[in-house]
């Protein structure tokens, strides 16, 4: 075993290495997993797209598989984009107002 991966299993000793979202064992030595506490950017992607806050103190897993990492940047540009539609069709909305209010106000 590497000293890279003898580092992360003496990290992870006696915490929940299982994935916040799918609940899945994450074995250091075949995939990977991003540790919420330790990556506060993903953490803040968790809390927009699916309401969940990892805390220090949670007791709970406080990792991510990286399926469900994959998963969760495609939600956020999901949310991101229909964001964007719905502020689009909001502004051609009022432009259109406006215009069939100035045309009524000629006749």
């Known amino acids: 075993m590497s000293t890279a991966a003898m580092d992360v299993e003496a990290r992870n000793a006696g915490r929940d290495t299982r994935c916040r979202l799918c609940l899945k064992k994450i074995e250091i030595a075949q995939t990977a997993g991003i540790d ?3 990556n506060q950017d993903i953490n803040r992607l968790l809390l927009d797209v699916y309401r ?31 964001l964007s539609l719905r502020k689009n069709f909001r502004l051609n909305q009022s432009v259109l107002l406006a215009q069939i209010n100035a045309f009524r106000g000629k006749n």
């Open 36 to 38: 919420l506490l330790e």
């Open 52 to 82: 969940v806050e990892v805390l220090q103190t949670d007791e709970g897993p406080t990792m991510i598989c990286v399926p469900c990492y994959s998963l969760l940047v495609h939600y956020y540009k999901l949310r991101i984009r229909c």
